[in-house]
């Protein structure tokens, strides 16, 4: 199923609601487990991108050693080319609590037969 062919996105957005839960709860395997094994999905800290679990995983846990970003969504808007825009609250901390960002942002994701494919980060 491509992207396009979605016909109705509530179920994309409970997956993407349990996927930032389990991302906010710090528990990669879950939010990896909604994710195509092939996922592309971008390093916001570093820059590139990050392809497949394992380098997610990777990823996720250098982030986390430095940082403790909380993302909440608010808003899902279904796009023209069948993708999901997910307007977004990221709050970042340093691990001593002092925010290092607090902003509105949109990730775009794209899903086929119920899981992630590639995620986007845009700038409000």
């Known amino acids: 199923m ?39 999905w971008p390093n916001g800290m570093e820059g590139g991108i990050e392809h497949g679990h394992e380098a997610v995983r990777n990823y996720w846990t250098r982030q986390w ?27 970042v901390k340093d691990l001593s609590d002092n925010v290092l960002a607090d902003q509105m942002i949109h990730h775009i994701y794209s899903i086929e037969e119920g899981l992630i494919t590639r995620m986007e980060i845009k700038q409000s």
């Open 2 to 40: 491509t992207p396009i062919e979605m016909i109705n996105p509530e179920p994309y957005e409970t997956i993407l609601t349990n996927a930032y839960n389990a991302f906010n709860h710090r528990d990669i395997e879950t939010v990896l487990a909604m994710m195509h094994p092939d996922v592309d």
């Open 65 to 91: 050693a430095i940082i403790n970003p909380q993302v909440k969504p608010l808003q899902f808007d279904k796009m023209d080319d069948g993708r999901m825009n997910v307007t977004v609250h990221q709050l």
